[in-house]
């Protein structure tokens, strides 16, 4: 079946510009995360929603990241006014929900912010 | 400050040998563990895991031990072939956390030599 699907891949975006990355997680996934990864380094967790609500947002750098899932599927990640520092790849991740489920993840997005 | 630690940047192994990756972690709540598998442009891939009540889980040419009181944990693959080349990621979670979110450690960068 189809896995978890991610656009755009690549995003180039001017310091101080809004941008929008989304992702559409595997079909009946409840569970949904949005992880940050520099280069480097490991992902590291922003943001996480059971089905329509957000139960965590505790990693979200700073209060220009938004992340919004409406319908309990498709979740947005927007990032205003964006710094260098923003720059990396943005992964989603969706799982079942049930007891140690493994995150299946995207092939991410590829932020850089000039 | 890093609650799972994979100190070993990279690694370089003959084809036919073990590859043996390892990671520590510091955050005693922690009781399930995943190893992912990450290819260069693609998003981590779930590989397998151990749960905090074990000490072994074996998937065919992988193998992952748990040492809770050394709070540390290692990857086997034998024997090791080329499509192995991959960065691993040693990820962590805890049920109390109130979701499936993981903690991942920096990754180690496998090569096998043919």
């Known amino acids: 079946g189809a896995g978890v699907s991610q656009s755009p891949r690549y995003k180039v975006a001017k310091r101080g510009q809004d941008v929008a990355l989304r992702c559409d997680p595997i079909?009946?996934?409840?569970?949904l995360f949005w992880y940050q990864q520099a280069l480097g380094q490991g992902p590291e967790f922003l943001t996480y929603?059971?089905?329509?609500?957000?139960?965590?947002k505790s990693g979200l750098p700073s209060d220009r990241f938004f992340a919004e899932r409406p319908e309990g599927s498709v979740s947005t990640l927007k990032i205003q006014r964006t710094q260098q520092e923003d720059s990396a790849v943005y992964l989603c991740?969706?799982?079942?929900?049930?007891?140690?489920?493994?995150?299946?993840f995207g092939n991410g997005t590829r932020l850089t912010v000039t | 400050d890093q609650q799972v630690k994979q100190n070993s940047p990279s690694l370089s192994v003959q084809e036919g040998r073990i590859s043996i990756l390892n990671c520590d972690y510091t955050?005693?709540?922690?009781?399930?563990f995943l190893w992912y598998k990450k290819y260069p442009a693609e998003g981590p891939t779930f590989l397998i895991s151990?749960?905090?009540?074990?000490d072994k889980n074996e998937d065919g040419r992988f193998t992952v031990f748990l040492n809770k009181s050394a709070k540390h944990l290692s990857l086997h693959i034998v024997p090791s072939q080329p499509g192995d080349s991959a960065v691993y990621f040693c990820?962590?979670?805890?049920?109390?956390?109130?979701?499936?979110?993981?903690?991942f450690g920096k990754g180690t960068h496998l090569i096998i030599q043919p």
């Open positions: 991740a969706s799982s079942l929900g049930t007891e140690n489920s493994p995150l299946h």
């Open positions: 079909s009946g996934h409840v569970s």
């Open positions: 929603f059971q089905n329509e609500a957000q139960l965590d």
């Open positions: 955050n005693s709540m922690f009781d399930y």
């Open positions: 151990i749960s905090s009540i074990k």
């Open positions: 990820a962590a979670r805890y049920s109390g956390g109130g979701a499936d979110g993981l903690t």
